[in-house]
């Protein structure tokens, strides 16, 4: 169930309960793609910089049948020692992007398996059974990514069709929840590249079918603050809206102002296993020669355990060793960065001041270091 607690503008604050836990929006979710956060952090880490939601990959966790084993060992929670929310993608990203061979038709997606080539197919009643197997808190619908740029007749074709995928899998979800007693939530997604018509009408549609969430996938960065803006007019407000994908500071920032609740992505993780850091004054590169002998933190207003334990030069000399620790320390850092920033965002809109602390933000942001 997800109450709205307070608007600023089009910017919503808000508490979504589930099974799991309560999250607090505007929410980002730590990527676990494999059931981990890459770079060493376990899901005890995740727990002392207060994620509240990860995310797991329906498609590389069921590569090789691991769905089957982690159902039998109860479920993805239990599986991760992880006892807050999670959130599954419905595999379709990958099917679409990863799988060169794939061929899709009304009844799913045929395509080979990056690990060994086996044939694999997946439609909507398959991800929903895989999800239900990792007994996510919340599982995807099953849809077509398209490419970019996409023709408009075939991207009229697409959504359709995701449309009755969609059906198929709140069908298959209501079926697998009364057989397991379950209550795990689906998600809808919508799509239409940047048609705003089609984002529209597709919004319409998907927003009668009383789902737990709604997603907006798909996007691209042509046009992506105006797509956000229309499609967020035309799905509920007493629901939450997902971001498909996008993690970047001033991204978020944005599209929090036009009404999105949930952002998910890799970039905190990727960065800082590549000695990117963010500060509350700009992005760092600790792999640079100036933090050869700067012993201070990261950032010193930061209360992370990075933060409070370990200098720039340290942290710099870790990388030039190719120490493994190097990479812990500083995705640590940036997770914490994140659930921290969040939850600034959730402070400004419940105080009415979001606009004027996202024009303050973003200019310490985007310094230039």
Known sequence: MYKLLKTDGKA???????RHGIVQTPVFMNVATCGAIKGGI????????????????????????????????????????WDGVTLTDSGGFQVFSLSKTRKIKEEGVYFNSIIDGKKIFMGPEESMIIQSNLDSTIAMAFDECTPFPCEKSY????????????????????????ERNKKQLLFGINQGGVFEDIRIKNAKEISEMDLDGYAIGGETYENL????????DYLPKDKPTYLMGVGKTRDILECVARGIDFFDCVL?????????????????NLNNAKYFNQDFAIDKNCECETCRNFSRAYIHHLF???????????????LYFFN??????????????????????????????
Request: some cysteine.
């Open 225 to 232: 603050y105006e797509i956000v803006d229309a499609v967020t």
């Open 42 to 81: 376990s899901a005890l880490d995740l727990k002392k910089i207060n994620t509240q939601i990860i995310l797991g990959n329906t498609y590389h966790l069921h590569l090789r049948e691991k769905d089957k084993l982690i159902f039998e060992l109860g479920g993805l929670n239990k599986f991760m020692n």
């Open 340 to 369: 921290n920033f969040m939850r600034e965002i959730r402070d400004a809109i419940e105080k009415g001041n979001f606009f004027e602390y996202k024009k303050n933000k973003l200019n310490d942001l985007e310094r230039k270091n």
């Open 155 to 178: 991207m009229e074709k697409s959504v359709a069709r995701t449309v009755r995928w969609l059906m198929r899998s709140k069908n298959k979800m209501d079926e697998l929840n009364r």
């Open 268 to 284: 905190p993780a990727r960065n800082g296993r590549h000695a990117r850091v963010y500060t509350n004054f700009g992005e760092l």
């Open 12 to 18: 919503k604050r808000g508490e979504f309960v589930t």
């Open 320 to 334: 030039k060793a190719k120490e493994i620790l190097a990479m812990r320390l500083c995705v640590l850092h940036n």
